[in-house]
């Protein structure tokens, strides 16, 4: 599967935003899949990530209750919808997927990565 990611831009703090992730290629229920991003001079880190169904979330403490990730299997797309956006989220956002039935969060875990999208939060 190739996955393609969009959506970001410039916001201000407290505003929303939504990430898409499309997928083409292989069938994409086979894959569970994440977003992870890479704030300025840090390392990547995992944000949220659902199951190859969508029955299983999880999130990194810092965006729960901010973000929801969520998919459409028919329409082969990954969403991250981030509100209350702050300036710690400022950042490249990757979308990955892996044929994988784990929960395992580590980049390492993921075999197939999109291009990242630029998030800047800032006033």
């Known amino acids: 599967v190739q996955l393609q990611a969009c959506g970001g831009g410039l916001v201000q703090p407290g505003d929303s935003l939504r990430l898409f992730c499309t997928a083409s290629?292989?069938?994409?229920?086979?894959?569970?899949m994440g977003w992870f991003r890479q704030p300025p001079g840090k390392e990547r880190e995992f944000v949220a990530g659902?199951?190859?169904?969508?029955?299983?979330?999880e999130y990194v403490d810092s965006v729960k209750g901010r973000f929801t990730i969520s998919r459409d299997n028919a329409k082969n797309t990954g969403y991250l919808q981030m509100n209350s956006l702050n300036t710690d989220d400022t950042a490249v956002y990757y979308c990955?997927?892996?044929?994988?039935?784990?929960?395992?969060?580590?980049?390492?875990?993921?075999?197939?990565w999109g291009q990242g999208t630029l998030v800047t939060v800032s006033s």
């Open positions: 990955a997927a892996d044929r994988r039935y784990t929960r395992n969060r580590s980049p390492q875990m993921y075999e197939v």
């Open positions: 290629g292989r069938r994409f229920s086979d894959y569970r």
């Open positions: 659902i199951s190859q169904s969508g029955n299983i979330l």
